[in-house]
């Protein structure tokens, strides 16, 4: 009670200085003509989430188990002992979400699909017709009300039968079953879908599946944890190649068989961090483009150029999967646009020609490019309660300007930005004044990259409401809107007030497709 007071009053204090928080980085601030939108017409405008994290309802209507409801069922994996079983019941109270989504005005709701509620079994069982009913109740739901779905296939989430028949992304199998779900959902959903994304922050997911086996399936070995299995020299490397091939597949379906008469857009959702040369050394620039290819690159290359970038080819030599020729024929230009979730930033030092301590990025599977939040005592941005996320706007333009040139500047779409807190006394968590901040300096900083020529399309928030946060359960929030976990109440939150006028000020009104609302 006493430490809650102290506590109250430092963040009372805090916040009389809110008018000085609120300032962003004049290095990358481009002020455009007074009341002009850098944006184009038609910006999508949206918040962002996913069925693991949201909806809940875990064994609902014929769902099967995934990966996550394993995972999280196992005591000692989650820090505060919780899981998604009902997060923030998403998948009952979705009309009631839509009416927060209303108010802030998005033309666009990011979500995922449950896999397990379409195919409990993958491809070994049937179609679960109660999982397609209530995707098509919510889409058809969102349309309704002028929202645009922005719909990934699979944000972490895969059947456990996968997993306990064949091992998941670890066998070439995996491929078959994701290009099998993929065609059920465009045949049901892609009539009124037109935005897909295959995968939602593979590179996460198998770092932390594989690597570090801190996610799901537990993965890791030698320096890098303490598992029961795996090998996290070569497993990242061969579940991410199974990635690939399955994203191949998909985007083959769908080009093949219902762009055309669907007209809709595929892409992929990849972390980024934007890794800045902790000195201007020749050897610490080439590191942090290792960084880069290690963990961005390592992905986008083969999907786009039909190969691992030549850094990845260097060091882990015959370790990293090869693509046959015909692979490779097949994976050039296999995204429509890119989806760039980013929140921060990082030092890189090279450890090839100088001494590192151990940390991340300090091995050879992680391609010898340390990184730091610290450069001589100077954080990179300010420190907030995550250790991972330093608020660096500049990050944001950086990013986007890196793609764009590497890639052709492909349409871009930010798929995930946004601002954690840890738990605090509800009046000061409502009061946000620490996310209005990032997320304008943020959106500042996008803004100056779409003005210079970055062919971005969209922003999605990270997220409507507070959910369930992985590793860290219910401890962490990063929603527009807060939820008391007790009563699933939702409340408004200052952030959501100032999106709200946020895109009001920068959009013009948006011409909806038509869209039919047959249901199959
Ligand atoms: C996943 O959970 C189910 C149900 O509790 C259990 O039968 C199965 O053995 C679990 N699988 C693994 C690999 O832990
Ligand atoms: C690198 O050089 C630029 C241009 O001279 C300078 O602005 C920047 O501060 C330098 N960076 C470091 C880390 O020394
Ligand atoms: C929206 O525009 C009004 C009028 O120019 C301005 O006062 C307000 O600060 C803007 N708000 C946001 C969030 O952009």
Known sequence: MELSLVLQAFFV????????LVSCSQTITMKGELGTSPFPRNFLFGTASSSYQFEGAFLADGKGLNNWDNFTHKPGNIIDGSNGDVAVDHYHRYLEDLELMEDIGVNSYRF?????RILPKGRFGAVNRAGVDHYNKFIDALLHRGIIPFVTLTHYDIPQELE?????????QVQKDFAYYADICFEYFGDRVKFWVTFNEPNVAVIRGYRSGDYPPAHCSG???NCKEGDSEREPFIAAHNII???SAAVGIYRTKYQKEQEGSIGI????MWYEPISNSSEDKRAAERAQAFFMNW???PILFGKYPAEMHEILGSSLPEFSKYDQEKLKNRLDFIGINQYTSFYVKDCIFSICEPGIGYSKTEGYAIWTAQNKGVFIGEPTDLDWLYVHPQGMYEMVTYIKERYNNLPMYITENGFGEKEKPTEILLNDVWRVNYMSCYLDALATAVRKGADVRGYFAWSLLDNFEWKDGYTVR???????YATLKRNRKTSATWYKQYIANHTRPVKLVKYSFTKK
């Open 478 to 484: 990063f929603g527009l809107y807060h939820v008391d």
């Open 245 to 247: 091939l399955s994203h």
């Open 299 to 301: 992905f986008l290359d």
């Open 223 to 225: 320096l890098f944890g």
């Open 13 to 20: 204090f805090l916040m009389s200085f809110q008018v000085l």
């Open 269 to 272: 959702v990849m972390n980024t």
């Open 112 to 116: 995922s699909i449950s896999w397990a």
């Open 164 to 172: 306990d028949r064949y091992g998941g992304w670890l066998s070439p």
